[in-house]
Nanobody, 123 residues
Framework: QVYLVESGGGLVQAGGSLRLSCAAS????????MGWFRQAPGKEREFVAA????????YYADSVKGRFTISRDNAKNTVYLQMNSLKPEDTAAYYC????????????????WGQGTQVTVSS
C-alpha cells in the first residue's frame, strides 16, 4: 500500500504563490501516475493537474493552465504543485492522488488519496 501526505497549504493573498507537496511512503516501488484535485465547499471535487510516472507528460485544467505547475521527484517520492498568481476562486482543499495508469484526469481512476491540505486565497 502507498500512503500520501500533502503539505504546504495555507492562507495567501490574491496574486501570491504557494507550493504544495505530496510525499509518498510505503510501497513506492511501483510506478504511479499522480494527480492533484481540489474541492471547494459545496462543490464537487475537480481535476487540477496530472503528471506521468517519469514526469515526461503533464496535463492541466484550463482554469489553472499557465499559473500552476506540477512536477515530481521520484528519488524523494514527492510530487509538487507550484501555484502562482493565485485567485480567490482557487480556494479549496487540495488532494493528491495516485493511479496505476500512466496518467489520468478523472478522479475515479485514482485509488490512493491523501488527506488534503487547505488553500485559502483572500481578495
Amino acid at each position: 500500500q502507498v500512503y500520501l501526505v500533502e503539505s504546504g497549504g495555507g492562507l495567501v493573498q490574491a496574486g501570491g504563490s504557494l507550493r504544495l507537496s505530496c510525499a509518498a511512503s510505503g510501497r513506492t516501488d511501483r510506478s504511479y501516475g499522480m494527480g492533484w484535485f481540489r474541492q471547494a465547499p459545496g462543490k464537487e471535487r475537480e481535476f487540477v493537474a496530472a503528471i506521468s510516472w517519469k514526469g515526461g507528460s503533464t496535463y492541466y485544467a484550463d482554469s489553472v493552465k499557465g499559473r500552476f505547475t506540477i512536477s515530481r521527484d521520484n528519488a524523494k517520492n514527492t510530487v509538487y504543485l507550484q501555484m502562482n498568481s493565485l485567485k480567490p476562486e482557487d480556494t479549496a482543499a487540495y488532494y493528491c492522488a495516485a493511479t496505476i495508469r500512466t496518467m489520468s484526469i478523472v478522479s475515479y481512476e485514482y485509488n490512493i488519496w491523501g488527506q488534503g491540505t487547505q488553500v485559502t486565497v483572500s481578495s
